[in-house]
């Protein structure tokens, strides 16, 4: 039992933290490449040099407290599907993971379908499609390869509520390569998952430490707000809730090259665990905070906007509740 | 990281396992898992089979008589025993005087008490509670005057858990109301045989008298029988809250609870299929169940970083809240999991109970009783308070 960073995973950390506080904006993509980071995400067999559950955790969750809004996790997925279907996609480019789609909560294939190589129908909330080198795209059984621009593909951008840039995607008769089943990216998918769940996790922990020292410092009534027991509690329960989700992230970190069934139980649990948690920070640090926490222009307001997508993202908390519940494995 | 335990610590639960199955008695374990009250023979039964294993005090150096298991043991040990609804080791003598004795008494208290905690000579109850100081426990009033080789107690302790059967009672007395309240109390060591100790029981939610009442009324306690300094009685009474929560997770428990709801749930018939299959009842069970697997990983994570060394802070406040939130959900679960089968009276006696319903009468019983879970030991209150205490300093 040790949950310590190894020495690798802790240079890569530093290395992180440094690169994060330096570069912003459109510098920082290139930044994060040229350190590496995106390789990290990938096994040596597609291409990296990690992939480990240990080193996509730690990653996210960096991206999460620095409050990174970059389509980091779908070309992490895209990428290793990619490369797992022997395309792998050129360094440093961007891959858009095209699942959502528009009238269904998370079910595939319901706006989409493929005949012979060709996929019609839409997609939508696919970040980064913009700048996407490739995009990958799910329908109801299998992932797809699709080039920007192709033929019959229409695309309208628009800001995600996490900070992003998304798109709707159309698609009419546009050619398409078959990667290969779903069920066969169910190792890439649970990353996509361990990624998402990092994320938030970051987000939870910035969340909170700001609602901390928030309650340290204004005062009412003459007091530091930390000092009213109303406040003072809700905070403790926080902390402890902090706590199940960083749990929950562990665990699926260190089930991640499991068996499938064992590692599906701990991605459900984790992705609700989560969930629940990222909900509950988004309501509480609002509220704990008064009037402040309701304008745009203060920190909190971009952290509460990217834990609601955390939790949207690949099935929330009660979509896979509801597949833990039934011994359901995490896909399909 | 690493997330399996190393091969020894499998071999510990191999052990732990295969004497489980050797040395405890199914009738036995049947009535732990009832919750139905031990009797005291049972109890001291049980520890002397693990006394004559040297595993009666896990948490004990080696010097002292005891195991000298790494937190990691103990953890393996208490989810293994509470598996396999084994008794749980009474924990006045071995989890909390015993380390207080170890760490601020004398030479002679150490060398008379502590092998007769393990022998099973002495059965210890804990004085700390009053009627006037619950939560607040620093305005205890219970007091012991020096008289000479002697000191004369008078007052009244309360929720003093299983002391019907005890002989030793160690206590927290007021010997000084002057300066801060922590500072005039002492830790004392009382016979309970000693005249002036009355002990009346108090009968719970459950129809059970687990807890008692103990008044004193001139008590001669001999001054040896004082614990470390007059008056710094409060350091070593703080000393002995954090053993007694090295346990306070209770994920042992937790896992035997989840695992009797399923079950239940399984076994109950509702709409015509299994209650397990029921969308909402599943989901409820599927969430408390995700709970503790994340709880689970929290207090491996806090036993290894103390195994590292850290020492224990907030944590064990926000797993006594996790753990006992989990335990009571769970709880709850299994007597709803009954529904209009679990109305009857789940008390002891002759007045009679439905047939084939032992299981069900447990059911109200443990949920019951376990409403203490969130109270003693310092209500979940109080530790949101102290892990708030530490969060606002920042």
């Known amino acids: 039992m040790d949950f310590q960073l190894s020495d690798d995973h802790r240079m890569l950390q530093d290395s992180l933290r440094g690169i994060l506080t330096r570069h912003s904006g459109g510098a920082l993509w290139p930044a994060l490449v040229e350190a590496g980071v995106p390789a990290a995400l990938l096994t040596e067999d597609e291409g990296g040099f990690d992939g480990s559950g240990a080193a996509v955790a730690l990653i996210f969750e960096e991206m999460g407290r620095a409050g990174v809004a970059l389509p980091l996790a779908g070309t992490m997925i895209g990428a290793a599907a990619m490369a797992q279907a022997g395309q792998p996609a050129e360094d440093g480019a961007i891959v858009a993971f095209a699942d959502a789609e528009p009238g269904t909560r998370y079910d595939r294939g319901v706006a989409i379908r493929a005949l012979g190589d060709r996929l019609t129908g839409r997609k939508t909330m696919v970040a980064g499609a913009e700048d996407a080198a490739a995009i990958v795209v799910t329908t109801a059984d299998a992932l797809w390869l699709v080039r920007p621009g192709a033929e019959g593909m229409s695309l309208r951008g628009y800001p995600l509520i996490d900070g992003q840039r998304g798109a709707d995607l159309g698609f009419d008769a546009t050619p398409a390569m078959r990667l290969g089943s779903l069920a066969d990216f169910d190792g890439p998918m649970a990353r996509g998952v361990l990624a998402h769940a990092a994320l938030a996790l970051g987000t939870i922990t910035a969340a909170v430490n700001l609602t901390l020292d928030y309650l340290r410092t204004r005062k009412q009534f003459g007091q530091p707000l930390v000092s009213f027991q109303a406040l003072a509690h809700r905070a403790a329960d926080l902390a402890v809730e902090v706590e199940q989700a960083r749990s929950a992230v562990i665990n699926l970190a260190g089930h991640l090259d499991d068996d499938a069934p064992l590692r599906d139980r701990h991605l459900q649990a984790c992705k609700v665990t989560v969930g629940r948690v990222a909900r509950i920070v988004a309501e509480e640090t609002v509220q704990m905070h008064g009037g402040i926490g309701m304008t745009e222009e203060y920190a909190l307001a971009a952290m509460v906007r990217r834990l609601l997508a955390a939790d949207a993202a690949m099935g929330d908390a009660d979509w896979h509740l509801e597949r833990f519940a039934r011994g359901e494995p995490a896909w399909a | ?394």
């Open chain 2, 1 to 394: 990281m690493d997330m399996r335990f190393t091969p020894g610590e499998q071999a510990f639960r191999d052990q732990v396992r295969a004497f489980l199955q050797a040395e405890l008695d199914a009738d036995l374990a049947r009535k732990v898992r009832l919750h139905q009250p031990l009797t005291k023979a049972e109890m001291e039964g049980w520890h002397a089979k693990l006394s004559a294993q040297g595993w009666l005090a896990g948490n004990w150096p080696r010097e002292f008589g005891g195991a000298g298991w790494t937190a990691i043991e103990r953890h393996i040990f208490e989810e293994e025993s509470a598996r396999a609804h084994a008794p749980r080791i009474v924990p006045f003598g071995i989890a909390m005087l015993g380390p207080v004795l170890q760490k601020f008494g004398s030479k002679e208290q150490q060398d008379h008490w502590l092998p007769r905690i393990l022998n099973g000579d002495d059965w210890w109850c804990q004085g700390y509670s009053e009627p006037g100081a619950g939560s607040d426990l620093a305005g205890l009033r219970c007091r012991a005057e020096r008289q000479g080789d002697h000191y004369v107690v008078n007052g009244q302790k309360t929720w003093t858990t299983l002391g019907q059967h005890a002989n030793m009672i160690f206590c927290l007395v007021r010997t000084s109301t002057e300066g801060k309240k922590q500072e005039g109390i002492s830790f004392l060591l009382i016979d309970m045989t000693t005249p002036g100790v009355t002990v009346r029981p108090i009968v719970l939610l459950d129809g059970t008298a687990e807890v008692n009442e103990v008044f004193f009324d001139d008590v001669k306690v001999p001054t040896e029988n004082l614990v470390g300094e007059e008056n710094q009685g409060w350091t070593y009474a703080k000393y002995l809250l954090t053993h007694e929560r090295t346990n306070i997770a209770g994920v042992g428990f937790a896992t035997a609870a989840l695992e009797n709801l399923k079950r239940v749930a399984q076994a109950q018939v509702h709409r015509g299929r299994p209650l397990a299959d029921d969308p909402l009842f599943a989901a409820e069970m599927a969430s408390v169940e995700i709970e503790l697997m994340a709880m689970s990983t929290t207090n491996l994570r806090m036993l290894s970083a103390a195994a590292q060394g850290q020492a224990p802070g907030i944590e064990s406040s926000m797993l006594k809240i996790k753990g006992t939130q989990i335990r009571q959900r769970l709880d709850a679960l299994t007597r709803r999991a009954y529904g209009g089968w679990a109305l009857a009276l789940p008390a002891t006696g002759n007045e009679g109970q439905p047939e084939g319903a032992d299981e069900v009468l447990s059911a109200s019983a443990t949920w019951l009783n376990n409403r203490k879970l969130s109270i003693y030991g310092g209500s979940n209150e109080i530790q949101r308070s102290i892990i708030a205490g530490a969060l606002a300093k920042g």
